[in-house]
């Protein structure tokens, strides 16, 4: 009973370890939209995951830098199933999203921090 109780245990301190995503949902596809999201300290690195389906055109999906610059340009269309991993030292994240065409669909972006 003991070790049932010590292996439930570690089992909850390994998930409340794990990082968890920040999501967002483009809320309409067919217009530009600036995304934020706030970094935990001592970030290094992060990954996004984009995922979802635009009809009738493009998007440029880019990264803000913090000097303002945009960095790591994409184009999506159609299906999507974008990932990035980038280092990451600051706080916090903005992704900048811009459609030419774009009249339906859905798009889902989800990023994930990596900590010292």
Known sequence: MKSLLGLA???LL???CAPT???????DVSKPQVFTFP??????????????LLQGGQAQLGLRLPDGSIN?????QGGVDLSWIADWYST???LEY????????NLTIEVRFGTL
């Open 9 to 11: 245990l570690c089992a």
């Open 21 to 27: 995503p920040n999501a967002s949902k483009v809320t």
């Open 14 to 16: 390994l998930c409340g």
């Open 92 to 94: 916090p994240l903005v």
């Open 72 to 76: 790591n340009h994409e184009t999506i």
């Open 98 to 105: 811009a459609p030419t065409g774009v009249v339906s669909g």
């Open 39 to 52: 970094a935990p300290p001592k970030v290094v690195n992060v990954r996004i995951n984009v995922k979802g």
